[in-house]
């Protein structure tokens, strides 16, 4: 299986800063053929199920804010909140869709400072 | 937009045989994977496996042998079959629809295993 690892495990930050985070994957998931990683980003809030943000490791799902971006390749991708809002309080999850078993990140919880 | 409502037991006693079923509206069911995702206390989200409209299936090895993921077209419905659950299933359980990505989600169901 591929494990994939996010870091920090929580994050607390200033309304209107950014937050970074990380994730890492223990082998490429970069398919050469295509050029795509398959790399997918979650933002979940109590109570509810993940919400897709990101997919294709940089592309926003219809309707996510654009202050909500992804890069990265290979083994190494981060998720970045440009300017951290209230309602962005949540925790966020990566997820692998290169080989099954589909697998995801511990999460990171966002917080604010 | 393609919505997701689930249904099933939510408290069970070990050995017993969990059952969970998911209503899909709003969309194509032939276009897409149908899976399950379930997530334990305190740990990560864990897929279990996903099923196409014509009964392909994919599982998590993990679990391989406790599961079975079944689709009925005609109501556009699918369900999830875990057998000998333990303490170790206690777990959020949420249907979804999969292109590798889980697109959209159930509401979840809390299924607790207790003697």
């Known amino acids: 299986d591929i494990v994939m690892t996010q870091s920090p495990d929580s994050l607390a930050v200033s309304l209107g800063e950014r937050a970074t985070i990380n994730c890492r994957s223990s082998?490429?998931?970069?398919?050469?053929?295509?050029?795509?990683?398959?790399l997918a980003w979650y933002q979940q809030k109590p109570g509810q199920p993940p919400k897709l943000l990101i997919y294709?490791?940089?592309n926003r799902q219809s309707g996510v804010p654009e202050r909500f971006s992804g890069s990265g390749s290979g083994t190494d991708f981060t998720l970045t909140i440009s300017s951290l809002q209230a309602e962005d309080v949540a925790v966020y999850y990566c997820?692998?869709?290169?080989?099954?078993?589909?697998?995801f990140g511990q999460g990171t919880m966002v917080e604010i400072k | 937009q393609v919505q997701l409502q689930q249904w099933g037991a939510g408290l069970l006693k070990p050995s017993e045989t969990l059952s969970l079923t998911c209503g899909v509206y709003?969309?194509?069911?032939?276009?897409?994977?149908w899976g399950w995702i379930r997530q334990p206390p305190g740990r990560r989200l864990e897929w279990i496996g996903e099923s196409n409209h014509s009964g392909s299936t994919k599982y998590n090895p993990s679990l391989k042998s406790r599961v079975t993921i079944s689709v009925d077209t005609s109501k556009n419905q699918f369900s999830l079959k875990l057998t000998s659950v333990t303490a170790a299933d206690t777990a959020v359980y949420y249907c979804?629809?999969?292109?590798?990505?889980?697109?959209?989600w159930g509401q979840g169901t809390l299924v607790a295993v207790s003697s």
């Open positions: 979804a629809m999969s292109r590798g990505t889980f697109d959209f």
């Open positions: 997820q692998q869709y290169y080989s099954p078993p589909w697998t």
């Open positions: 294709w490791a940089s």
């Open positions: 709003g969309g194509s069911f032939r276009s897409f994977f």
């Open positions: 082998e490429s998931i970069l398919y050469s053929s295509n050029n795509n990683n398959y």
